[in-house]
């Protein structure tokens, strides 16, 4: 059985940090891609960045490119490091999980249906 659970989040002020983390099992961790996906009030889903466990690989939306890092550490745990926050990145965080990954980082970045399970979200909020 799938579990995600998200931890972080809360408020920042614009150019301030936060910092999300997740804890991911009951999957094959090595063969799977974590990402973060977030909505923003009356917006669609979007996956902002993916790591690929296999070998680490990272992409990024370009709305947020060189200000949020995604990383693992030995426990298997997946963190979202986000600098230099600005109002639009207000918004509820999921973590979610492709477990097979039969497609390429990009295309992953880009279909929200693509990942099979998702936690319950956190929220983040920038204030101006």
């Known amino acids: 059985q799938v579990q995600l659970v998200e931890s972080g989040g809360g408020s920042a002020q614009t150019g301030g940090s936060l910092r999300l983390s997740c804890a991911a099992s009951?999957?094959?961790?090595?063969?799977?891609?974590i990402g973060w996906i977030r909505q923003a009030p009356g917006e669609r889903r979007e996956v902002i960045a993916l790591?690929?466990?296999?070998?680490?690989?990272t992409y990024y939306k370009d709305s947020v490119k060189g200000r949020f890092s995604i990383s693992q550490d030995r426990d298997k745990k997946t963190h979202l490091q986000m600098d230099r926050l600005k109002p639009e990145d207000t918004a509820v965080y999921f973590c979610?999980?492709?477990?097979?990954?039969?497609?390429?980082?990009?295309?992953?970045?880009?279909?929200?249906?693509?990942?099979?399970?998702w936690g319950e979200g956190t929220q983040v909020t920038v204030s101006s």
């Open positions: 790591i690929l466990n296999k070998d680490g690989t």
């Open positions: 979610a999980v492709d477990d097979k990954v039969y497609y390429d980082g990009p295309f992953l970045l880009d279909v929200v249906e693509e990942w099979d399970f």
């Open positions: 009951g999957f094959d961790f090595d063969k799977a891609a």
